[in-house]
């Protein structure tokens, strides 16, 4: 397994970047571009994963990691929540949500399975070496 050294490395910010990428060409779509609070709202909290994932790793150390990945991971259900409005407002098909539901679910698994490691482990983090 190779070091990680910035939060780039990272397979949970890289996906997290991904479903950015996803959410923000469904809202690209005609109807779902005309609904501007959804649409901000939907960028805003998928966002608002990566970014935590980022601005927590910067941090260095575990106990301020762990509190924001936690909130990344209440951002994927935000995510979520909104993904089914657009499928409700039929801003988006049922593939499409089928996809990006599917990939932010996954990154909360991530997100809950990497919060438990850092819990469980004896490091510290860079800043408390």
């Known amino acids: 397994m190779s070091k ?22 469904l809202t690209l779509k005609d109807h779902f571009s005309k609904d501007f609070k959804l649409v901000g709202q939907i960028k805003g909290s998928s966002g608002s994963i990566m970014d935590n994932i980022a601005e927590g790793f910067e941090r260095d150390g575990n106990r301020e990691f762990i509190q924001f990945l936690s909130i990344a991971k209440g951002s994927c259900g935000e995510t979520r929540s909104q993904l089914y409005r657009a499928l409700d407002y039929l801003y988006i098909s049922q ?35």
């Open 4 to 25: 990680v050294e910035r939060f780039e490395d990272l397979k949970i910010w890289q996906l997290a970047r991904e479903i950015c990428t996803i959410i923000h060409k």
């Open 95 to 129: 593939d499409e949500f089928d996809v990006a539901y599917r990939m932010v679910l996954e990154e909360s698994k991530m997100l809950k399975s990497f919060i438990q490691y850092l819990k469980d482990s004896d490091m510290k983090g860079p800043k408390f070496k």
